[in-house]
T-cell receptor, first 111, second 116 residues
Framework: GEDVEQSLFLSVREGDSSVINCTYTDSSSTYLYWYKQEPGAGLQLLTYIFSNMDMKQDQRLTVLLNKKDKHLSLRIADTQTGDSAIYFC???????????FGKGTHLIIQP | DAGVIQSPRHEVTEMGQEVTLRCKPISGHNSLFWYRQTMMRGLELLIYFNNNVPIDDSGMPEDRFSAKMPNASFSTLKIQPSEPRDSAVYFCASQPRPGLASNEQFFGPGTRLTVL
């Protein structure tokens, strides 16, 4: 199966919270990442969390990590139209240099 | 810094032609990655280099694909001969150095390849 799994689409109303979920397989991943891809652009690092943390908050973003279940989530509070993008979860398998990305979740904002 | 630079931004070619994609990583970064993105397969790692040396090319789909990094400031991804199923967006990314805590990769804007 896939190393990193995400649902492909999430639709939310403007002003609501968005929660994007991800499951990964490699328990030795030191860091887990969320990247954002806006239309026509490359990926940009949004935030990351060290594997010994449960939660990380950065302004409107909250990352939750459940290491036992290998589950990572990204919560965006007060979702705005500018948050419309593809969000990728990524892990560092076996502490390797490269990242393994999920297929990405398309976040669609409804007015 | 201009960030990771890729050229061309768009490439349209005919089946059977050779295609060369180019990448200039961020100065001082030691690792360089080539990815391919399609709707069906998502983002796939093709190959990566540390200090200009190819480390893992297991993601390269077949012998028609080859990548080189002759020096720290330049890399190419070549497809010869190209096929319609190679149509995708190809991204190059660079990373400061292996083992750095955050492992952040910096992506270029991508090359959109269309093979007719």
């Amino acid at each position: 199966g896939e190393d990193v799994e995400q649902s492909l689409f999430l639709s939310v109303r403007e002003g609501d919270s968005s929660v994007i979920n991800c499951t990964y397989t490699d328990s030795s991943s030191t860091y887990l990442y969320w990247y954002k891809q806006e239309p026509g652009a490359g990926l940009q690092l949004l935030t990351y969390i060290f594997s010994n943390m449960d939660m990380k908050q950065d302004q409107r973003l909250t990352v939750l990590l459940n290491k036992k279940d290998k589950h990572l989530s990204l919560r965006i509070a007060d979702t705005q139209t500018g948050d419309s993008a593809i969000y990728f979860c990524a892990e560092t398998p076996g502490g390797a240099d490269g990242l393994t990305f999920g297929k990405g979740t398309h976040l669609i904002i409804q007015p | 810094d201009a960030g990771v630079i890729q050229s061309p931004r768009h490439e349209v070619t005919e089946m059977g032609q050779e295609v060369t994609l180019r990448c200039k990583p961020i100065s001082g970064h030691n690792s360089l990655f080539w990815y391919r993105q399609t709707m069906m397969r998502g983002l796939e790692l093709l190959i990566y280099f540390n200090n200009n040396v190819p480390i893992d090319d297991s993601g390269m789909p077949e012998d028609r694909f080859s990548a080189k990094m002759p020096n720290a400031s330049f890399s190419t991804l070549k497809i010869q001969p190209s096929e319609p199923r190679d149509s995708a967006v190809y991204f190059c990314a660079s990373q400061p150095r292996p083992g750095l805590a955050s492992n952040e990769q910096f992506f270029g804007p991508g090359t959109r390849l269309t093979v007719l």
